[in-house]
């Protein structure tokens, strides 16, 4: 009786665990499309007080902004004056950031 009690709750808690990896993956773009969005109005602010060369933002290099983010992890779209889409490879939403561009 108790290996059938232990088997149901197995089988029902089984699905949830089957979108821990979406989930998450679908909350790490979030994350780094709010990030990309920060770091390009701090990259745009510093290039227009004159701090260091500057060269137009893509997403591309918008993304290549955040240390430790892996670009090959990510699709990307949109375009940087209206703002670009992410998404994680492993997720199943894309975010769009706030526009990159000045």
């Known amino acids: 009786m108790v290996v059938v009690i232990i088997g149901i709750l ?6 949830r665990f089957g979108n821990v990896r979406p989930d998450a993956a679908n909350a790490n773009a979030q994350a780094v499309a709010g990030a990309v ?15 260091g060369s500057c060269t137009t933002l893509t997403c591309s290099t918008a993304l290549a ?38």
């Open 37 to 51: 969005g920060a770091s390009a109005a701090t990259y745009n602010t510093r290039c227009a007080v004159g701090l």
């Open 65 to 102: 902004l955040l240390s430790g983010i892996v670009v090959a992890d990510y699709t990307l779209g949109g375009d940087p004056a209206t703002g670009c889409t992410i998404r994680h490879v492993q997720g199943d939403t894309s975010y769009t950031t706030a526009r990159i561009l000045p």
């Open 10 to 15: 197995a089988a029902m808690a089984l699905p």
